[in-house]
DNA sequence: TTGCTCCTCACGTCACGTGAGGTGGC
DNA sequence: TTGCTCCTCACGTCACGTGAGGTGGC
């Protein structure tokens, strides 16, 4: 008696809170945000509760979260907010490095369109812009993590090496990194033949790389301690197959 | 005779290129990317010919413009690459900006989190701080638009009226504009009584707002003079609603 | 009775990833 | 003959937009 709380039907509501009915549908659907109640006729009776879910919601939308993000969220009480809104301000500023790294290799195009008017577009050097800015934005990243002499050892290093050898080592990098994330992918036990031959060539390829150096390794360590703060663009594999890449690395050095 | 061009299979040609042989298939699909042969056992034959324009393809998907785009840049010789690409760069810049918004309001939120430590997450205040963060935007962007004078007046203006009044107008413009916007999409014709209504209310508003100033009424024109410049969180509608409002309130200006 | 709102399917979006099931050359 | 690669469907993704077709209260 006089519990009877206002309630509103779909479109009412909808424009309450400045979405779309076929949002709420959605979110109904998908358990995001189920009515109070429902009429006898079926129809979705939300309340001004159903209102402050819907505005979270938005708030969490607004920040960049999936709507399975937010309904793990809204969902479990103990979850840690703090934690998962720093994940994601850094999740954007990640997505924001790249961005301005496009529009970087853009400026440097138009700049080139400028210089050569009437000219025909020449794609090799778009090539070369993009990869100029990727290989500077590497550059830019991995100096948080080298000591300024060993920066100038690599430079030095890469000047003296013919550009067709460079190129050769990042191919079978790259293969060797594809066969290694298969692997994981596959579920290959770790002392498996064919993860201990590529654990091997891994091994082998560090070792060419740091010329046994300890400081290197170190550094090198450093950068892959913590695969997911590296930026996606240059992070050979997630940090699982990097576990997993550990695992058959330590067997392979148990065995010799 | 000795006219055989070096061909390959997907695989090889994906391994070359860098990309997956289900994207070569979907390309092939859409008509992007044909391959220059197919053997007698249906094999698709890539040449290097195919090879540069995969290339030009994964250029310009990097610059962000989506496949349809790609084809259309890549079939039209006379398209302009330079006035492409240049918008490209804008609307980038946009969502960079966006995403700059929200890592703002992350950055509060935490602030704020900070601040009252083991207390409950409070969700209204979340909300005003994006709101925060929008409205800075939004008065920076207008600045460029405004005198200093004209900024001066509308502050003092915004500040000596009721913050539910200004809430109520608030409203009023959305419904408007969604009732512009609706009828636009329903192709209504400019003179249906129905769409003067909204142009009689449009023009009505904008006399409140202007107050008959003519160089407040310029500024405002200067503002709506290219729409798709407007960053699209506060852009009312699109350029062809815009022209169609134009179109419906120049008839009813025309009938008093 | 006429509108209006409500409902539930269900397809389309964008650029592929991921099997399923089957064929052909080494 | 056994593998390997190739092929063509075809479903799934994410957050809805957009009809289609039908029912119920004002």
Known sequence: VGNVEKTFLVREFAKLAGVSVRTLHYYDQTGLLRPAKTSSAGHRLYTTADLLRLQQILTLKYMGFSLTEIGELLNSPGYDVLRALDGQKRAIEQ?????QQTVKALERTLEMLAGDEGEKFNWEYVQLIIQGVQAEAKAYWLAQYYTPEQLAELKERSQQIDPRQQL???????????????????????DDPAVQALAKEYTEKINLFTKGDPALLESLRRIYSQPDQMPSEFRPYDAETQKYLQKAVDIFNSKR
């Not at 997505?95 to 961005?99: D, K, S, Y």
């Open 95 to 99: 997505q924001i490095a790249g961005l």
């Open 168 to 190: 050769k080592w990042q191919q079978e990098w790259q293969n060797l990194n594809a066969g290694i994330t298969d692997a994981a992918r596959r579920k290959l036990p770790p």
